[in-house]
């Protein structure tokens, strides 16, 4: 069965600091899609960053990017310039497949929240 | 374009009561689905659909039933409301097909309390 674990349920970072957010994934299927979300207090969830099992570069999206290491099945965001507006918490997710094909749905790992300070 | 709207936004219910959450969106994606979250567990799968007419069960979707008549919209219906489903849900949605993120456009959440 498909799994996200995110082991850090939370995360302190001083303000202009990188943080790396970890996320291991289990899948069988050599074709797969990784995504994070944000969650800010208020509540929604904000799409953050994508990477496919078969691209070639770790995304980049502004200061956040992934590192995909896909060998040891994990996928972790990297903040650079931590910004007290980063302060939220953030989803790791795996697109899901079924028999051998992609779906559209989406399995979440229990998510960390992050504190940047000042 | 809205996005993914949700209402209501707050609703309380008393054990055995019946609602429908709404949710409708403008962006004329296909997949719809709906979300719980429930603290230290993530979001967790209800219902999905792939297009109107066409509907599936999710991870959790006991206690909870889907319809699908317009490509814009996609109801939740609590059938007869219990504590275990205090929680916040979400409603998303995206194209489907062979486009490369998947992206899921997210509501802004519904808080529901049983009681």
């Known amino acids: 069965a498909q799994k996200i674990t995110q082991t850090q349920p939370g995360m302190f970072v001083q303000e202009k600091e990188a943080v790396t957010l970890d996320c291991t994934y289990d899948?069988?299927?050599?074709?797969?899609?990784l995504f994070w979300y944000k969650q800010p207090s208020s509540g929604e969830m904000i799409f953050l960053i994508y990477?496919?099992?078969?691209?070639?570069q770790n995304a980049t999206e502004g200061r956040y990017s992934l590192n995909f290491q896909k060998a040891r099945k994990s996928a972790n965001l990297v903040i650079s310039a931590s910004q007290l507006g980063d302060s939220a918490m953030y989803f790791c997710?795996?697109?899901?497949?079924?028999?051998?094909?992609?779906?559209?749905?989406?399995?979440f790992g229990t998510g960390t929240l992050l504190a940047v300070q000042p | 374009n809205a996005g993914v709207t949700q209402t209501p936004k707050f609703q309380v219910l008393k054990t055995g009561q019946s609602m429908t959450l709404q949710c409708a969106q403008d962006?004329?994606?296909?997949?719809m689905s709906w979300y719980r979250q429930d603290p230290g567990m993530g979001l967790r799968l209800i219902h999905y659909?792939?297009?109107?007419?066409?509907?599936d069960q999710g991870e959790v979707p006991n206690g909870y039933n889907v319809s699908r008549s317009t490509t814009e919209d996609f109801p939740l219906r609590l059938l007869s409301a219990a504590p275990s489903q205090t929680s916040v849900y979400f409603c998303?949605?995206?194209?489907?097909?062979?486009?490369?993120?998947?992206?899921?456009?997210f509501g802004p959440g519904t808080r529901l309390t049983v009681t």
């Open positions: 998303a949605s995206s194209y489907t097909g062979t486009g490369t993120t998947y992206e899921q456009y």
């Open positions: 899948t069988s299927d050599p074709s797969y899609g």
């Open positions: 990477q496919g099992s078969y691209d070639q």
């Open positions: 997710a795996m697109r899901e497949t079924n028999n051998g094909g992609a779906t559209n749905k989406l399995i």
């Open positions: 962006m004329n994606h296909e997949y």
């Open positions: 659909s792939v297009g109107a007419g066409i509907t």
